[in-house]
Each structure stands twice: as structure tokens, then as C-alpha cells.
């Protein structure tokens, strides 16, 4: 029996199938961790292989390939082929192909393949797919229709996964996912410990590990006496630099008496520790960045990162490994530390939730002056209140400046704020089809709704005007030409209201001869 998939889910897989049908072949799937992306794409891969048609799920590691296997026999009942080492699926009567991008971009093996063996193509953790193996594979295959799937929320990776991808068919937030209850509350909380990285180099494109490693060494009993001292009631995963660090942790853990054990890629019994972890025989799993993929342990509900990086989707994949709900478990508490740098790259909580870079700086702000820490939630929604206003008020001062010309049309930022919209206020295109010129049809139905178009820079964020034109329209909510209309008499965020409120309260400045009541504060004023 198939596995039922969640409302989510099943909304993704129907927003890649619509856009493969509409032509665009390469598309994007953006699920936090922990959302259940192998059930998503083996869903898809289902409806791909109705018609006889061949599917291929790509990955760089033997364990996320078993996982994906044995996901898509459980979510549709097909078994898999395996494409690596010493198995190959060629020929094999099964349609859906598991396969290791380190095997199958081999140009001996991959010439064996007729260019049109699969229909579909998976790639599993899309931020890899650039990557000169991933390509040469993609490039064989390139009449076949391309799921990539990533839980990045960065809006760098996005738009460098934008140089492969035509689309991103569908995104499910980490906010969307904790408020709807199927991933739990984060509590970020700042050890402050001044660990200054400033000097460490980049070592390909992150931050270098070796000398973070030194970096960190002389904080490191301080730092586990902390855990010792408030900590070791949590069930605890803490990503390292290096293994030698990660070994010399664990050793101090154990010393101050909290179970610890360690992990690493050379790790012989590396199954029995994940096994006594799990089973509650360890409190800390210490490891060099080896669980950031493809392990998975409900249970935990604390994530120290000691090894800071830059790279937002691996950053997420650490968190991540927190975020599952189980039986008992509140939230997840992330420690943070204070890492010294001048470099405004560095991944810290706000990361996992804001795009926008004055919010994440007010989040962490937040979360640096809470002694006990703050909900990332609760402190995304006060520094997105602050931010409003902030630019509510560069927003007048421009407004101030506009009232001298005579413009009918409403500035497309004005509208953005007005209706509270943060995917257009902070609009930046992605894929290459969105940093196109608009049309001359997107222009002229942009300026016959009410819209300024020639403020609109690109086709991307016309396509998202339009978009969001439509919809209101069909909610009945209130019109660009009312917004402009309305808050030149200084009524305040019209586009949150109706179209029925707004044309009443247009109606009683026209029997006014245009001009407020007396004693009427427009700014106060809320529609019933």
C-alpha cells in the first residue's frame, strides 16, 4: 500500500509534473530538512514510470543511495536497480535506477547508456549538481526531464543553482514547516565565547577547517564544561572541524562525566555507536561533519556547532539533524557562539529562516542579548515588524516626494509594503528566463491594473506582479489605484484591506469634495 503523502507533499509533486508538462525540464524542489524530500521525489518518480519510462536517482554517498531505495520502495512499492561499483542497471527490467554519481559519470561506463535510457533524473542534494561529475552525467542525459532537490534557503545558492535550473517548482519553508507542527520549535541560544576567526582563509569556498581547528583547541574544555555544567540532560550532536578535535571533545566530555562517544569516516563500529546513541547509552555524539547527510535521529534536541561555516545549506543540514519531532521533545536547542569576524558571510540562526539581511541581523541581535535564548520564530516575526516600519518610513519620505508629481500609478515597492509582500520587496531573479527585460504585454497589463511599470526591472519580478495582481483580484482585496489612492491621504497599509472597504472609504472623500472630515486620523484609521 502506498504511503499517504502529506497536503505539502502532494502539492510538490504536482507542481514538478505541471512544470515538466509546461516545458520547463529543469526544475527545483526547495523542502527544509527533515520535510521528507525522498518522499516527495519518489512520489514523482512514480508517476514518471506509469508509462514505461526509466528513472534515475543521483547521489554522492553509498548510504543516501540505500536510503533512497528503500524510501521508494516503502512510499510506492517499486523496488530499485543499483548503478555503482560492481552492480549496474543496464538492461535491468526494474525502472528506477539508484545510482552513484562517482560510478556513473565514468566515461567508460556512461558511453554504454543510449542518451535517451532515462526519462527522469533525480539529484539528490541539488547543490552538488554543478559539480564537474554531476554535469557530465546531466549533459548525457540531456533530453531528460531534471528534479533537483535542496533545503538551501540562501538566496547565493539559489541563484547559482539558477545557472543549471529553468525553475524552482515548488518551496515548503522551514517557517511554513514549524508552524504547521511537522518540524519543531527553535531555540537559539549564544554561549559567549569570544573565539576570534578573523585570520582563518577559505579553502574551497568555506572556511578552513585546519584553522578553524586551531582556532577553536584552547576554547575547547571551556566549552565542555559549559555543556557539562547546563547541558547534559539534552540529547546532543556536536559538528567539529577535524576528527583529531572531535576525538580530544569527546575525551573531555567523558572526563567531566557526561557519556560522550565519536564518529568519524574511519569510525570501524561507526553503526553500533549511531546504535547506543539512539538507544540513549550516550548523551553526546561528537563528529567531524560526518551526520550532516543521510542520518537521521528524532530524539535530539540540542545541535552545537563548533565548526562555523559560510555555506547556508550546510549549515541547515546540521541544524537539521535536530529538527524532527518525537514523543516528549519541545524544541530544539541551538547553541551558538560568538564567532569574531569581520566577514558578514557566516552562517548563524537567522540563517536558517530570514532572506532578508537586515532581518537576520536583527535576529541575531536578539538572540545574542537573550541570557536564555529566543524562539527563531518569535524573533524572526519582531525584527520583520522593525524592518517594516523602517521602511514604512523611507517609504513616506518617498511618497512625500511623489505627491508633487502627477502620477496615477502606484510604485511597484509601494505596493510590495503596502500589501506586506517580503517576496517582493526583497524580489532579487534567480533563474536566467527572470533577469530577461519584461514584455511589452507584462508591461501593458501592469500599467492598465494601476502598477508604474517602468520601475519594473525584469521579466521575473513582472511574472510575480502579475501573479500577486491576480489573486487579489480573485480574494477581493483592495487595488493598486485604491492603494495609491488611499495613502496619499495618509490611510495606512490598504493593501491589507478589502476592495469593499477600500471603495467605501473612497466613496466618503468623494462626498467630502476629496478632502478628509474634520477631526479624522487617517493614519489611526482601521476598517471594520
Known amino acids: 500500500m502506498a504511503m499517504e503523502l502529506r497536503?505539502?507533499?502532494?502539492?510538490?509533486?504536482?507542481?514538478?509534473?505541471?512544470?515538466?508538462?509546461?516545458?520547463?525540464?529543469?526544475?527545483?524542489?526547495?523542502?527544509?530538512?527533515?520535510?521528507?524530500?525522498?518522499?516527495?521525489f519518489a512520489s514523482v518518480v512514480q508517476e514518471q514510470?506509469?508509462?514505461?519510462?526509466?528513472?534515475?536517482?543521483?547521489?554522492?554517498?553509498?548510504?543516501?543511495?540505500?536510503?533512497?531505495?528503500?524510501?521508494?520502495?516503502?512510499?510506492?512499492?517499486?523496488?530499485?536497480?543499483?548503478?555503482?561499483?560492481?552492480?549496474?542497471?543496464?538492461?535491468?527490467?526494474?525502472?528506477?535506477?539508484?545510482?552513484?554519481?562517482?560510478?556513473?559519470?565514468?566515461d567508460k561506463r556512461l558511453s554504454q547508456f543510449p542518451r535517451d535510457y532515462f526519462k527522469t533524473i533525480v539529484v539528490d542534494e541539488a547543490h552538488h549538481c554543478l559539480a564537474d561529475t554531476y554535469q557530465r552525467v546531466l549533459e548525457h542525459f540531456s533530453g531528460a526531464s531534471?528534479?533537483?532537490?535542496?533545503?538551501?534557503?540562501?538566496?547565493?545558492?539559489?541563484?547559482?543553482?539558477?545557472?543549471?535550473?529553468?525553475?524552482?517548482?515548488?518551496?515548503?519553508?522551514?517557517?511554513?514547516?514549524?508552524?504547521?507542527?511537522?518540524?519543531?520549535?527553535?531555540?537559539?541560544?549564544?554561549?559567549?565565547?569570544?573565539?576570534?576567526i578573523s585570520d582563518v582563509s577559505m579553502s574551497s569556498g568555506d572556511y578552513s577547517a585546519e584553522e578553524i581547528g586551531t582556532a577553536l583547541e584552547p576554547y575547547l574544555h571551556r566549552i565542555a564544561r559549559e555543556i557539562a555544567e547546563n547541558y547534559a540532560d539534552r540529547k546532543t550532536v556536536v559538528f567539529l572541524p577535524l576528527?583529531?578535535?572531535?576525538?580530544?571533545?569527546?575525551?573531555?566530555?567523558?572526563?567531566?562525566?557526561?557519556?560522550?562517544?565519536?564518529?568519524?569516516?574511519?569510525?570501524?563500529?561507526?553503526?553500533?555507536?549511531?546504535?547506543?546513541?539512539?538507544?540513549?547509552?550516550?548523551?553526546v555524539l561528537c563528529n567531524s561533519m560526518l551526520l550532516t547527510e543521510g542520518w537521521d535521529c528524532p530524539a535530539v534536541d540540542c545541535i552545537v556547532i563548533l565548526r562555523p561555516t559560510r555555506v547556508r545549506s550546510l549549515y541547515q543540514q546540521m541544524v537539521g539533524r535536530g529538527m524532527r519531532l518525537y514523543p516528549g521533545k519541545t524544541e530544539l536547542l541551538l547553541l551558538d557562539f560568538l564567532w569574531l569576524t569581520e566577514r558578514h558571510d557566516l552562517c548563524r540562526p537567522s540563517s536558517l529562516i530570514a532572506k532578508d539581511e537586515k532581518i537576520a541581523a536583527k535576529i541575531d541581535r536578539q538572540v545574542k542579548d537573550a541570557p536564555h535564548g529566543v524562539d527563531i520564530m518569535e524573533a524572526e516575526e519582531q525584527a520583520e515588524s522593525d524592518v517594516?516600519?523602517?521602511?514604512?518610513?523611507?517609504?513616506?519620505?518617498?511618497?512625500?516626494?511623489?505627491?508633487?508629481?502627477?502620477?496615477?500609478?502606484?510604485?511597484?515597492?509601494?505596493?510590495?509594503?503596502?500589501?506586506?509582500?517580503?517576496d517582493l520587496t526583497n524580489y532579487t531573479p534567480t533563474f536566467a528566463w527572470e533577469m530577461e527585460p519584461p514584455t511589452q504585454k507584462q508591461l501593458q497589463f501592469l500599467e492598465k491594473r494601476g502598477i508604474y511599470p517602468e520601475n519594473v526591472e525584469n521579466m521575473g519580478k513582472a511574472h510575480l506582479l502579475i501573479d500577486r495582481l491576480i489573486r487579489r483580484q480573485e480574494d477581493g482585496l483592495s487595488t493598486p489605484k485604491q492603494i495609491r489612492c488611499l495613502e496619499q491621504f495618509g490611510f495606512q497599509h490598504v493593501g491589507t484591506w478589502t476592495f469593499q472597504q477600500a471603495n467605501e472609504v473612497i466613496s466618503r472623500l468623494a462626498a467630502h469634495n476629496w478632502h478628509l472630515p474634520s477631526r479624522f486620523d487617517a493614519t489611526a484609521y482601521k476598517p471594520e
Open 146 to 196: 531534471v528534479l533537483g532537490v535542496t533545503a538551501t534557503p540562501d538566496r547565493g545558492d539559489m541563484q547559482s543553482l539558477g545557472r543549471f535550473f529553468d525553475s524552482c517548482a515548488y518551496e515548503y519553508t522551514m517557517r511554513q514547516a514549524i508552524r504547521e507542527k511537522y518540524l519543531c520549535p527553535i531555540k537559539a541560544q549564544m554561549i559567549p565565547l569570544q573565539l576570534d
Open 243 to 283: 576528527v583529531r578535535i572531535s576525538q580530544t571533545f569527546c575525551n573531555l566530555l567523558n572526563e567531566m562525566g557526561v557519556p560522550a562517544a565519536e564518529v568519524n569516516g574511519s569510525s570501524a563500529d561507526r553503526a553500533e555507536i549511531l546504535r547506543d546513541f539512539e538507544a540513549g547509552r550516550y548523551s
Open 49 to 106: 514510470v506509469k508509462d514505461g519510462g526509466r528513472a534515475l536517482i543521483m547521489a554522492h554517498r553509498g548510504e543516501l543511495l540505500d536510503q533512497a531505495a528503500d524510501k521508494v520502495k516503502q512510499v510506492t512499492g517499486l523496488d530499485c536497480a543499483y548503478e555503482k561499483a560492481g552492480a549496474s542497471s543496464l538492461g535491468s527490467p526494474l525502472p528506477v535506477t539508484v545510482g552513484s554519481v562517482q560510478s556513473l559519470c565514468q
Open 7 to 40: 497536503p505539502y507533499q502532494a502539492e510538490a509533486r504536482d507542481a514538478i509534473l505541471r512544470e515538466w508538462s509546461e516545458g520547463r525540464k529543469r526544475t527545483l524542489l526547495v523542502l527544509p530538512t527533515g520535510c521528507g524530500k525522498t518522499v516527495c
Open 388 to 422: 517594516l516600519q523602517e521602511r514604512e518610513l523611507a517609504l513616506a519620505r518617498k511618497l512625500a516626494e511623489m505627491r508633487f508629481r502627477k502620477r496615477k500609478l502606484v510604485d511597484p515597492l509601494q505596493f510590495a509594503v503596502s500589501i506586506a509582500a517580503e
